[in-house]
């Protein structure tokens, strides 16, 4: 049985995560994840004052490793555009690690948010940089205005849903070298 020293505030937040995919929001209680992790609720509470500040850690931890730290580790000035995107979405299609829940980890942060403002509030902010980011990328590739945005928009939306069919081995994988290379194609000119 692990003691209150042995865990770490990040594998409690890692069991709610476990819980939170396999079971919804209304699983990540104290007394689920003691079970979980065989502690006592005295392990719990020495790491968390409690359940929502637990549940704002999560979020956060979420929104830090699956925007922030995506975004740092896509800033290269070595990589083009197209190889930028490229590597975006073999990252984000090869998170998370199982500890945090595994391929339905968006989706279930994303169903958590559907009833919970404050989750909401995070999902929006990470949502808003992730596409402000994506709209930079699209700009810097040759896009401009609207089209960049709504392009970024479009890749935005493709990642999430490829994150949430992650997991259907019956659906064909999607050519990413070629999804790339259509949303960084200019659309010809109405003329």
Do not use: N
């Not at 396999?22 to 079970?35: E, F, H, N, Q, T």
């Amino acid at each position: 049985m692990a003691g209150k020293d042995t865990l770490t505030p990040e594998d409690w937040i890692k069991a709610a995560f476990r819980l939170l995919t396999s079971a919804g929001p209304k699983a990540i209680r104290v007394d689920y994840l003691c079970r979980e992790l065989g502690v006592t609720k005295g392990s719990f509470y020495w790491h968390f004052t409690d359940l929502a500040a637990l549940r704002a850690a999560m979020v956060e931890h979420w929104r830090h490793m699956a925007t922030r730290d995506v975004i740092t580790s896509m800033t290269s000035a070595d990589l083009s555009p197209r190889e930028l995107f490229i590597r975006l979405f073999e990252t984000v299609l090869a998170m998370p690690e199982r500890d945090y829940g595994g391929p339905m980890t968006e989706a279930a942060i994303r169903h958590w948010a559907a009833g919970d403002d404050a989750v909401q509030k995070v999902v929006r902010d990470a949502d808003a940089e992730r596409l402000a980011f994506l709209t930079l990328q699209m700009r810097g590739a040759g896009l401009a205005g609207p089209e960049a945005r709504s392009r970024a928009s479009l890749l935005l939306a493709t990642l999430i849903g490829l994150e949430q069919l992650a997991g259907e081995p019956a659906l064909p994988r999607i050519d990413i070298s070629g999804f790339v290379d259509a949303m960084l194609t200019p659309a010809p000119s109405a003329e």
